[in-house]
C-alpha cells in the first residue's frame, strides 16, 4: 500500500490517497497569514503517538522547521487559518491518518489543485453521470439544511465529497448534485 498526503491548503482540506486513489477527505486548520503553512513537496519525518496539549493525539512532522500535521484541543478551529504553519485536524481525524502512513510518506501541499471540489484524481468514481455545482458551507449549516435545501439526501453529499462522518465546517467547499 502506497500512501500519499495532499493538503490543499484554500479549501482547508486533507486528502489522503492510496495507490493513486482519493481514500477519504478530511477538514483542516491551516496557518494563520503571518506564519502560513508552507507549500511544497515533502515526506512526514518522524511521527509520536499522544504529544498532547496543542497537538492533540497525534503528531507527524514534514518540515526540519518543526512544521507537522496533527490533532488538536480546539477542534473548534478547524476549517479556520490558526495556526503558526502546521495543519491541524480534529483528533479522531488524525488518528486515522498516522495509523494508514508511515515515515517517508509523501506530502504535497498546494494552495489550490487544478480543479477545486473535484477529485485529485479523473479516474475517482464520482461525478461520472451527474452534474455538481460547488457550495460553500456557512455558519450554522448542516448536512440536514443543506440536503433539504437543495432536495439531495445527506448520504448523496457524504458520498460524493467522501465524507465519513456529519461534520462540516463554515468555508468548506461541497460537491452538491443538481436534478435535470
Not at 498526503?5 to 482547508?12: A, G, S
Request: with cysteine; glycine share 8%.
Amino acid at each position: 500500500m502506497s500512501y500519499k498526503i495532499y493538503l490543499e491548503l484554500n479549501t482547508r482540506r486533507l486528502y489522503l490517497k492510496e495507490n493513486g486513489i482519493t481514500v477519504n477527505t478530511y477538514p483542516i486548520a491551516v496557518g494563520k497569514p503571518s506564519t502560513p503553512t508552507p507549500t511544497g513537496d515533502y515526506k512526514i519525518l518522524s511521527k509520536i503517538m499522544n504529544p498532547g496539549g496543542v497537538l492533540g493525539s497525534r503528531w507527524m512532522q514534514f518540515t526540519w522547521s518543526e512544521h507537522g500535521i496533527h490533532g488538536t484541543n480546539q477542534p473548534w478551529l478547524i476549517g479556520q487559518a490558526v495556526s503558526n504553519g502546521c495543519v491541524r485536524m480534529y483528533n479522531n481525524d488524525v488518528e486515522q491518518v498516522y495509523s494508514r502512513v508511515s515515515v517517508g510518506t509523501a506530502v504535497i501541499i498546494r494552495n489550490s489543485f487544478s480543479n477545486p471540489g473535484q477529485p485529485l484524481n479523473p479516474k475517482d468514481p464520482i461525478n461520472k453521470n451527474k452534474s455538481t455545482f460547488i457550495y460553500t458551507v456557512r455558519k450554522g449549516d448542516s448536512l440536514w439544511k443543506i440536503s433539504r435545501r437543495y432536495n439531495v439526501s445527506i448520504q448523496e453529499i457524504k458520498t460524493l465529497n467522501k465524507l465519513d462522518s456529519n461534520t462540516i465546517y463554515p468555508g468548506q467547499k461541497l460537491l452538491i448534485p443538481t436534478r435535470n
